[in-house]
Structures are given as structure tokens and as C-alpha cells.
T-cell receptor, first 114, second 110 residues
Framework: GAVVSQHPSRVICKSGTSVKIECRSLDFQATTMFWYRQFPKQSLMLMATSNEGSKATYEQGVEKDKFLINHASLTLSTLTVTSAHPEDSSFYIC??????????FGQGTRLTVV | QKEVEQDPGPLSVPEGAIVSLNCTYSNSAFQYFMWYRQYSRKGPELLMYTYSSGNKEDGRFTAQVDKSSKYISLFIRDSQPSDSATYLCAMKYGAQKLVFGQGTRLTINP
């Protein structure tokens, strides 16, 4: 199957700093990328959807100024958690999909804000 | 009512048993149906992908879709301890976002 690479897999940062997470589709063109957040023992919560070259569409309740998403090319999307706080600690997962194809997931990033 | 309903379990069965995982949905526009497996602290891994009613088999896994009943299933034959994970159903239409079920935690006991 297609490969989606997410980096870093784990990051610890200090409260107030910003963290950038990268998501790359390695062998296909991802027209759409999705960013999810997952709390322990819960399902994936969609945060935002981004199409290449356009602004991301955020789900209700997700702060767009806090979670900056950039989808500058068909193979790369980034999520930046700005001014991170301990409550932002979570498991963040990206997913990439081509047009009318199944979605493939990255391995996830475990963010811990101390 | 949620668009996709999935029993969260947990579900525990002995090794070798047949496992049945199910989801129901309310949106008749859904065209694509997927099952993902997620191990602890890892991203979901696509197991099965179907877009029509009927059965699709891949090794020990069989995905079943019944659009008339808005019901999908995943069967695992000869279950192994390595199958222990959380299984998520997901569905979408066109290029729209995936809608996930809650996920079922499955444990296969040796």
C-alpha cells in the first residue's frame, strides 16, 4: 500500500513554544490531507482538512490560529501547534488521500508539553 | 445519532476463534467503506477497502457490506494474538472526509 511518513514520532516541548509536525506522501500525490487528534482509548477526532494550495478547513471547535496547517505541495502538509500548553499533549495523526482513493495514515506523533 | 456507530467493546476471544466486528451507519450517501487496524500508539493501518455491497476477502480477513441495511462487518478467521488491536471502521463519499466509528478494542487470548 501507499506510504505516508509522519515526523517526528515523538516530541517533548516546553510550554509556550511551537512544534511543527510533517506529513509526507512518499509514493502518490495527496490531493487531500487530514489531521486528527486522538486521546487515549478514543477514536480519531478530525481537526482539519487541507487541499493542496488552499486554506485548510477546520472542524468546529478547533482553533485555526492555534493549529496552523500548511499544504504547500501534493506530497507535504505540516501542522504547527503554536504556543503549546500541557492540554495540547496528545497523539496527532495525519492522513493522505488521492482523489477518490482510500486514505493512508502516518504513524502518528506523540506530543508532550511540559 | 452518530453517523457511524461501532461497539467499543472491549472484545476478548480465544486464539483461533472467528471474530466479527460490526458498524452501522445512517448516511446513505456513503460509498466507500474501510476497516483500519490500530496498534497502541501507532497510526491506523488500512486493512480492507470496499465500495460496493457484498463480500471482499483478503487472507484471514473478510469485509462485508450491506448497503440496504447500512451495515458493514469485518470477519477475522483463525484469530491470532497478533490480531489484538483496536479496529476502526470508516466510510466516506467521493473526496469527502472519512467518518470513523469509535473503534473496537479486540484481544485474542493465547
Amino acid at each position: 500500500g501507499a506510504v505516508v511518513s509522519q515526523h517526528p514520532s515523538r516530541v517533548i516541548c516546553k510550554s509556550g513554544t511551537s512544534v511543527k509536525i510533517e506529513c509526507r506522501s512518499l509514493d502518490f500525490q495527496a490531493t487531500t490531507m487530514f489531521w486528527y487528534r486522538q486521546f487515549p482509548k478514543q477514536s480519531l477526532m478530525l481537526m482539519a482538512t487541507s487541499n493542496e494550495g488552499s486554506k485548510a478547513t477546520y472542524e468546529q471547535g478547533v482553533e485555526k490560529d492555534k493549529f496552523l496547517i500548511n499544504h504547500a505541495s501534493l506530497t507535504l502538509s505540516t501542522l504547527t501547534v503554536t504556543s503549546a500548553h500541557p492540554e495540547d499533549s496528545s497523539f496527532y495523526i495525519c492522513s493522505a488521500a488521492g482523489r477518490d482513493t482510500e486514505a493512508f495514515f502516518g504513524q502518528g506523533t506523540r506530543l508532550t508539553v511540559v | 445519532q452518530k453517523e457511524v456507530e461501532q461497539d467499543p467493546g472491549p472484545l476478548s476471544v480465544p486464539e483461533g476463534a472467528i471474530v466479527s466486528l460490526n458498524c452501522t451507519y445512517s448516511n446513505s450517501a456513503f460509498q466507500y467503506f474501510m476497516w483500519y487496524r490500530q496498534y497502541s500508539r501507532k497510526g491506523p493501518e488500512l486493512l480492507m477497502y470496499t465500495y460496493s455491497s457484498g463480500n471482499k476477502e483478503d487472507g484471514r480477513f473478510t469485509a462485508q457490506v450491506d448497503k440496504s441495511s447500512k451495515y458493514i462487518s469485518l470477519f477475522i478467521r483463525d484469530s491470532q494474538p497478533s490480531d489484538s488491536a483496536t479496529y476502526l471502521c470508516a466510510m466516506k463519499y467521493g473526496a469527502q472526509k472519512l467518518v470513523f466509528g469509535q473503534g473496537t478494542r479486540l484481544t485474542i487470548n493465547p
